[in-house]
């Protein structure tokens, strides 16, 4: 960039730091989440407290799912895989998650997902990256793929909420961003309808990739906004190493903590 550009930038930059201070002297917004004022002029319309209360995954989650609770962090080697993982029910090599679906977590995902609020997209992109970061070894990969929507609820929604982190993750990470490799054959039910263990029918076979979609011998970074049961990740990743793809790394913003163990009398 040649120094008039950079200068050009910078000023630009500071313009907008600008703007967003007026604005917020001017029109002081507030939290969507707790509804205190906003005090500092970013477009984050979240504040610093409930950013700041989100649930970490905790020591002790499994080694392969990430599920929270799985041994004593105390006594480490006991028993580091779940019970579900112990049996090998995922296609996913791993998957790891930024924090426990509850609380503040869900109600900011659900700003996501709903109201497009793509400063918060940024922000937990970057909480990914961090993640990825410090096991760069375990996540390294060759492409980052969305969880894709069904196009009827694609059409309904107007965006798939996980392309508001998931492309600028990619980006972060240097990767490709392939939000179109893979889709969802058949529509999901409502979720809230469905026990947990139904869960796992719905989605088997749900996904495919599209035709012309290669990816022989790439590791998939695959995203999505929530893991549950981890059936969605596994329909996805099933359907990645089915056409070659080398291995499938899971990566959600929330783990729901409830334990897998308890329905896995599941094949
Ligand atoms: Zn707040
Ligand atoms: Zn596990």
């Known amino acids: 960039m040649s120094i008039s550009a950079r200068s050009n930038s910078l000023l630009f930059s500071r313009m907008k730091d600008v703007a967003g201070a007026l604005a917020s002297v001017l029109f002081p917004a507030s ?74 977590l869900v109600r900011a995902i659900l700003l996501l997902k709903y109201e497009h609020i793509e400063p918060l997209g940024n922000w937990f992109a970057g909480r990914l990256a961090e993640i990825v970061a410090k096991q760069p070894d375990r996540l390294a990969a060759d492409a980052v793929v ?42 999901r039910p409502e979720k809230h309808l469905l026990r947990l263990d139904e869960r796992w029918e719905s989605v088997r076979g749900a996904f495919a990739l599209r035709e012309g979609g290669r990816v022989d011998n790439l590791r998939i970074l695959l995203l999505d906004d929530v893991m549950t049961t981890g059936a969605t990740l596994d329909a996805c990743s099933r359907a990645l190493r089915e056409a070659g793809a080398k291995s499938v790394l899971g990566l959600t913003i929330a783990r729901a903590g409830r334990p897998l163990s308890s329905f896995a009398e599941h094949p």
């Not at 020591?59 to 028993?79: H, I, N, Q, R």
């Not at 069904?150 to 996980?162: D, L």
């Not at 982190?165 to 490799?181: E, I, N």
């Open 31 to 104: 939290c969507r989440i707790c509804e205190q004022l906003l005090t500092d002029a970013s477009r984050l319309p979240v504040c610093e407290r409930c950013l700041s209360s989100f649930t970490a995954i905790p020591p002790g989650s499994c080694d392969l799912c990430g599920l929270p609770g799985t041994f004593d962090p105390e006594f480490p080697k006991a028993v580091s895989y779940c019970r579900d993982c112990q049996q090998r029910r995922f296609a996913f090599e791993l998957a790891r998650s930024y924090g426990i679906y509850e609380g503040v």
């Open 146 to 187: 969305p969880v894709p929507l069904h196009r009827q609820r694609a059409r309904e929604r107007g965006f798939n909420q996980v392309d508001l982190f998931g492309r600028t993750l990619a980006r972060c990470l240097r990767l490709p961003y392939r939000p179109v490799l893979l889709m969802r054959t058949r529509p």
